[in-house]
């Protein structure tokens, strides 16, 4: 297993940049070899910016991850969070945050940035 797990993140997002900016200071202080790309690294990962700005996006052990599974294995390399990637990976309630990320958290927060892109075009 490699160390060094790649966290691709909307940074226009606010919502989001706030949860990075978390992820980043706890990685800092433990010296946690997390790296973070922007949005517009995308393309580096095989991505389109707008499937990028879609979910969160890992690379843990060269698989791509997105979605809860990306948050697990973020939480998972935080000490102070590796009890959330556990309870979450539960089955039922694994389905449950699927469901709430996929169906709800992600589509808004999607949704927020084309409204951000479109102000951003005129």
């Not at 052990?61 to 935080?78: E, K, P, Q, V």
């Not at 556990?86 to 709430?100: D, K, L, S």
Request: hydrophobic share 45%.
């Amino acid at each position: 297993m490699s160390d060094e797990i790649r966290i691709l993140y909307n940074d226009t997002c606010p919502v989001c940049r706030f949860e990075i900016d978390g992820y980043r200071r706890l990685a800092e202080r433990g010296a946690l070899p997390l790296r973070f790309d922007r949005l517009d690294e995308a393309a580096a990962w095989g991505l389109t910016p707008d499937a990028a700005a879609r979910r969160l996006h890992v690379v843990e052990d060269g698989r791509l991850l997105s979605g809860m599974a990306a948050f697990r294995a973020i939480w998972a390399r935080l000490p102070h969070l590796a009890w959330a990637a556990r309870v979450t990976g539960w089955p039922v309630i694994r389905q449950g945050m699927e469901f709430a990320y996929d169906r709800i958290a992600a589509p808004v927060l999607y949704r927020a940035h084309l409204r951000r892109q479109a102000r951003k075009g005129r």
